[in-house]
């Protein structure tokens, strides 16, 4: 996704985005996934990386970083609350990092 926007997305796209997600979900709205770790400071690591792509991209998501794992999830509030391109580009970037 190279064309960034805070324009919400139509279920149409969010189904054709989220193929190319492993793991990523739609829950109550929101592009969620669960990453488990060996280690409870493996996922604050995790979260910390997180939090610098975010804020590179500029586009910040909720972090639940629970015991071996951490819980990221991203709506975009500029756009009502719905799901944006940068959701999906922030996902991505997430993914690759692993």
Do not use: C, N
């Not at 279920?11 to 054709?16: K, M, R």
């Not at 739609?26 to 669960?34: I, M, P, Q, Y």
């Not at 951490?70 to 990092?97: C, K, N, Q, W």
């Amino acid at each position: 996704m190279t064309d960034l926007s805070y324009d919400k997305l139509s279920p149409e796209l969010i189904d054709s985005a989220i193929k190319d997600l492993e793991g990523w979900q739609v829950v109550e709205g929101a592009l969620t996934k669960t990453f488990a770790f060996e280690t409870y400071a493996s996922g604050l690591a995790f979260a910390a990386a997180v939090g610098h792509l975010a804020d590179r991209l500029d586009h910040h998501p909720d972090i639940l970083i629970g015991y071996k794992k951490v819980t990221v999830s991203m709506i975009t509030h500029d756009a009502g609350g719905g799901l944006t391109s940068y959701d999906f580009e922030l996902a991505r970037r997430i993914s690759e990092r692993l």
